[in-house]
């Protein structure tokens, strides 16, 4: 372990000491154990700091803290990466507003070669999820490493990494506080999945107090680590917006999906598209070109139910997904004297892969995976 990292955790938890105050320390003292070393008088002489930041640096039991938190992140199978290390997200380093440190927990690569990062309003409507979920499948045919970055909020992050797991793609969900919980609750399993082949990230340490301006933060980070940033949909306001804006000022492309002139959930990305500060996606198409992605494999049909989706299937789940990759639609009533299993106990197993997100029910009895 880094040495220095125990200090480092320590000077993210000086009240005041945001990411340039903390660069601007380290660079002055050449680490961050020679900043919590120096005498208050030398503190202050760094421009920025001042008497009360020193103070609150040479308060005592900061290290102990930082000692705990290093132990906690031990303890759930977590780590701590600061901004030198190699596994910190290379993207992230050409951002002057930084973390020095970031709390992960999973099993990720941050700097994968494609890194989509995708946000939205949380009040998703049914146009949304469609847009949101083609695309992401179109992708997913194309380049399977790809790395998809949400924020695991409700509505569209949580149906960006939904898909993305089903898919079989790499997802990591950037949090707005510490990992000793998880907000929304709600979202508890799906990050669970997420841990297999992505997991969660944050630069916020356990025990920190839910603030509003702590979601606004993780929002750099979300386009800081991003090649481009999708806009599914949004409001006139809202951290999707916020997300868009950190994406420009770091020289990220953005991007937005059009919607019906007059839809709230569209206004903002409507705006964004009309403002110049976004290229309208009406499909993957359109991100590839824009990125200039060299998109070799040609995406047809259905794309394939994922090997971990089928790893967390039971049999009888497995028939239904192989069933329907091979005929794509079939009706309940054929699909029970395929696979020999009574309609009742069939109409339940739909129901619960239904709910999630497996298959979908279309008019007539008919199914399709989704």
Not at 38 to 44: G, M, N, P, Q, T
Not at 158 to 178: D, F, Q, T, Y
Request: proline share 4%.
């Amino acid at each position: 372990m880094n040495p220095d990292l125990k200090y480092k955790v320590a000077l993210t938890m000086v009240k005041g000491v945001g990411p340039l105050i903390a660069k601007k320390l380290i660079s002055s003292f050449g680490s961050a154990e020679m900043i919590f070393r120096s005498s208050r008088k030398s503190l202050e002489a760094v421009p920025g700091v001042g008497s009360i930041l020193a103070e609150q640096i040479k308060k005592p039991g900061l290290l102990e803290r930082a000692e705990k938190e290093l132990s906690f992140m031990d303890k759930i199978g977590g780590d701590i990466v600061c901004f030198e290390h190699p596994d910190y997200p290379n993207r992230l380093r050409d951002c002057e507003d930084l973390p020095i440190v970031l709390y992960r927990k999973g099993s990720m690569n941050v700097n994968a070669n494609r890194v989509l990062g995708v946000v939205g309003t949380r009040k998703m409507t049914p146009y949304g999820k469609k847009m949101a979920e083609e695309i992401l499948e179109e992708l997913a045919c194309r380049f399977p490493d790809l790395l998809v970055i949400s924020g695991l909020a409700y509505g569209v992050d949580g149906c960006a990494h939904r898909k993305a797991v089903e898919l079989g793609l790499p997802s990591i969900g950037v949090v707005g506080h510490g990992l000793d919980m998880l907000y929304p609750a709600e979202h508890r399993a799906l990050a669970n999945r997420m841990m297999q082949n992505g997991g969660l990230l944050s630069e916020f340490h356990s025990k920190s107090v839910i603030d509003r301006k702590n979601f606004v933060s993780r929002n750099r980070i979300i386009a800081g680590m991003s090649d481009v940033v999708l806009v599914v949909e949004s409001g006139m306001k809202g951290g999707a917006l916020l997300t868009a804006e950190f994406a420009n000022s770091y020289n990220r492309d953005v991007c937005a999906v059009p919607g019906r002139v007059g839809d709230i959930y569209s206004m903002g990305c409507n705006q964004l598209i009309k403002s110049n500060r976004a290229v309208m996606v009406e499909s993957s198409d359109d991100i590839i070109a824009l990125m200039n992605w060299d998109a070799k494999q040609e995406c047809k049909g259905k794309v394939p139910v994922a090997i971990s989706t089928l790893l967390n299937l039971t049999e009888k789940e497995r028939l239904v997904v192989s069933a329907l990759e091979i005929e794509d639609k079939m009706q309940v009533n054929h699909l029970s004297r395929k696979l020999q299993i009574s309609m009742g106990e069939l109409s339940s197993l739909l129901f619960e892969m239904e709910m999630r997100d497996l298959v979908m029910s279309l008019p007539g009895g008919v199914y399709t995976l989704k």
